[in-house]
């Protein structure tokens, strides 16, 4: 028999093009080295036109979830768009935290050299707890102590970077820690506080469902940190406006 006709044809190679998009991301931060934890932003790996992909390959991976839930999406009206948009709630909304990258921040110079307590809040927000994807609700407070090299925020700003911090798989304890380094670094004040306070549905939704338990979490920094009576000025002031 000629060798010629009865060999197979090497397989195509597999090209970049015909793998998931997923894994060319997840490639690209692993040559970098670069952690890729639930809660890091790795909006830097992801390509122009990539996210698109990503919706698409999260929507077909849901689909599967559902139909190993044995949930007929196919006859089931209020299910047959469900896995789509789980997908977009997910990549656009729940967790942009990730894919999107750091908002832009206005500084502006401490021109007066103020150099008292600044107190910013209650601000909503929206997390989810890693261990379960169940959602956390709940507000932040923000002291900053400003010294005449400080950069000064706009007020939404400071809503803007809770946000993108807070959208994110995450616990209550990491994310406060984060969003106060990420503050310190944008501002440069002597002080800087943070309290938060929330509610998580992994306890209220499931296990013990203890509705009524919350989680409060504060992070002092510099002159708070320093400072009893400052310390104690910042806690006092927003004892008595939850009062």
């Keep these: 028999m000629d ?10 190679a597999r090209g970049e093009d015909s793998m998931p998009v997923s894994r060319r991301i997840r490639e690209r931060l692993q040559k970098a080295r670069v952690r ?3 809660n890091d932003n790795i909006a830097s790996f992801i390509e122009p036109g990539e996210m698109p992909k990503l919706l698409d390959e999260v929507e077909e991976k849901m689909q599967r979830v559902l139909e190993s839930l044995v949930i007929d999406t196919e006859s089931d009206h209020n299910t047959a768009g469900t896995a789509r948009r789980v997908a977009k709630m997910y990549l656009n909304e729940v967790f942009r935290g990730r894919y999107n990258p750091k908002p832009p921040v206005t500084e502006f110079p401490n021109v007066e050299r103020l150099n008292e307590l600044m107190i910013v809040g209650p601000i909503t927000v929206r997390s989810a707890c890693s261990h379960h994807l169940c959602p956390i609700i709940g507000r932040v407070w923000i002291g900053v102590m400003p010294n005449e090299h400080s950069n000064l925020i706009g007020l939404s700003k400071y809503a803007r970077l809770c946000d993108w911090v807070m959208s994110r798989p995450q616990i ?12 310190q670094a944008r501002m440069q004040p002597d002080g800087l506080a943070l309290v938060m306070e929330a509610d998580h549905f992994c306890m209220q939704w499931r296990g013990v469902k203890d ?3 919350m989680m409060i979490n504060s992070v002092m920094r510099g002159s708070f940190l ?18």
Aim: glycine share 0%; no cysteine.
């Design 226 to 243: 320093k400072d009893a009576n400052l310390r104690r000025e910042f806690l006092a002031l927003l004892q008595r406006k939850n009062a």
């Design 211 to 213: 509705t009524d338990s």
């Design 36 to 38: 890729f934890h639930a």
């Design 172 to 183: 209550q304890e990491e994310a406060v820690t984060r969003l106060v380094d990420l503050l």
């Design 3 to 12: 060798d010629k006709t009865s060999a197979k044809p090497p397989p195509p």
